[in-house]
């Protein structure tokens, strides 16, 4: 079955950078987007840009543009959102999603503190 | 970048009550328009994609209809666990969500 699985919560200070990873399994990894979307406490989805495991294409949000980083290790089906320059709200939760909408990963918590 | 416009931003409803939920885009998005359902701590759920299709398991109760720049999502017999958060989406170009509509019990 299709598994995307991310790794886990992360506390940061403002400044730093974070990385997250999107383990995928039961399916080619090559053929589908990955999506990364964030999550504030108690707001809406903001999507945050995509990369095309096969051959590395990115595409960002202009909101992030310069400060993320999308990236894949096809060796293990792995997809990496990279945030760098962190601020408090930055506080989210982030979710990576197959580009066919309906498999999404369970989310990991980044929670920018001093 | 494409702009998506939800309303109502919540709503109070009985069970049983029939439930709207538009949605409007800032230019046309065809029918790549997709409805998702979020309950707290959990992912979005996909309920419904190219603004009419029901996604696999999702219940008949749920439906969306719309073209261009102007879409629904209409619940028609709201149940005790659909009440949630509901955000549509674009995947026209990119993506984008609405701010979503939160759906409490009334």
């Given amino acids: ?114 | 970048d494409i702009q998506m416009t939800q309303s109502p931003s919540s709503l109070s409803a009985s069970v049983g009550d029939r439930v709207t939920i538009t949605c409007r885009a800032s230019q046309s998005i065809s029918t790549y328009l997709n409805w998702y359902q979020q309950k707290p701590g959990k992912a979005p759920n996909l309920l419904i994609y190219g603004a009419s299709s029901l996604q696999s398991g999702v219940p008949s109760r749920f439906s969306g209809s719309g073209s261009g720049t102007d879409f629904t999502l209409t619940i028609s017999s709201l149940q005790p666990e659909d009440f949630a958060t509901y955000y549509c989406q674009q995947s026209y170009n990119a993506w984008t969500f609405g701010q979503g509509t939160k759906v409490e019990i009334k």
Avoid at chain 1, 24 to 29: A, D, E, I, K, R
């Fill in chain 1, 1 to 114: 079955q299709v598994q995307l699985v991310q790794s886990g919560a992360e506390v940061k200070k403002p400044g730093a950078s974070v990385k997250v990873s999107c383990k995928t399994s039961g399916y080619t990894f090559t053929d589908y987007y990955i999506h990364w979307v964030r999550q504030a406490p108690g707001q809406g989805l903001e999507w945050m840009g995509w990369i095309h495991p096969n051959g590395g294409d990115t595409h960002y949000a202009q909101k992030f543009q310069g400060r993320v980083a999308l990236t894949r290790d096809t060796s293990i089906s792995t997809a990496y959102m990279e945030l760098s320059r962190l601020r408090s709200d930055d506080t989210a939760v982030y979710y990576c999603a197959r580009d066919d909408l309906n498999f999404w990963g369970q989310g990991t918590l980044v929670t920018v503190s001093s």
